[in-house]
């Protein structure tokens, strides 16, 4: 079971760090995501991570702005939310995946998915 947390209201140019608890299960064996669904759009990449945490994968539109670790000790994912703009206002989603690759970027490839938080930017 994975669970996100952290998400809430912020202005233009703030920072806000998500977090995505795994309740069980070898986390240290999954690679992970986040992606992200805004009203009436499909579901959208953002980064990925291996199984070690030392991979990280951004999509474009993140990059440099979204940082994704991942601690196998504490069995918690985080995002890192820099310089958010009111378009990335949208239900953030942890996933996971089970070969453990970190570079995945289609939602189908991933097997376990948190219920989201909400990230809302105003200007």
């Known amino acids: 079971q994975l669970v996100e947390s952290g998400g809430g209201l912020v202005m233009t140019g703030e920072s806000l760090s998500l977090s995505c608890a795994a309740s069980e299960g070898e986390f240290d064996s999954l690679g992970m995501g986040w992606f992200r669904q805004a009203p009436g759009k499909g579901r959208e990449f953002l980064a990925a991570?291996?199984?070690?945490?030392?991979?990280?994968y951004y999509a474009d539109s993140v990059k440099g702005r979204f940082f994704i670790s991942k601690d196998n000790v504490k069995n918690r994912m985080y995002l890192q939310m820099n310089n958010l703009k009111p378009e990335d206002t949208a239900l953030y989603y942890c996933?996971?995946?089970?070969?453990?690759?970190?570079?995945?970027?289609?939602?189908?490839?991933?097997?376990?998915w948190g219920q989201g938080t909400q990230v809302t930017v105003s200007s």
């Open positions: 996933a996971a995946e089970a070969q453990g690759m970190g570079y995945l970027s289609s939602d189908w490839l991933y097997d376990y």
């Open positions: 991570i291996d199984r070690t945490g030392d991979k990280p």
